[in-house]
């Protein structure tokens, strides 16, 4: 029973990781079966992103790709797996 919470109640982890999955990269948007589905908010974020033109290495860095992504993501309007907030600096979790 607590395995089956962890799944539903699932966070992201303090190595910037969402179900084992790094939260930066290179990052390719899909309309169906995405790795995360994203819901942007303005305010109360799980993480704020900031979008980079090369090297994502940071916690909150994305790249966005066409191709070979290091992970999928699918924005939805509401219940997604995490929320982000997009920022110009300081990207990461709290």
């Known amino acids: 029973m607590i395995e089956l919470l962890a799944l539903i109640e699932s966070e992201i ?3 910037c990781t969402w ?3 790094p939260l930066y990269g290179e990052v390719q948007i ?7 589905e994203v819901q942007v908010v303005s305010s109360f974020a799980d993480i704020e992103v900031k979008v980079v033109s090369s090297f994502p ?3 909150g860095e ?3 790709v066409d191709s070979f992504p290091d992970f999928t993501i699918r924005y939805v309007e509401s219940f997604g797996d995490i929320t982000i907030k ?5 990207p990461g979790i709290d």
């Open 30 to 36: 899909v309309e169906s079966f995405a790795d995360i």
């Open 62 to 64: 994305w790249e966005f």
């Open 86 to 90: 997009f920022v110009e600096s300081f």
């Open 19 to 21: 179900n084992g999955i």
């Open 57 to 59: 290495d940071d916690c």
């Open 13 to 15: 982890a303090e190595d």
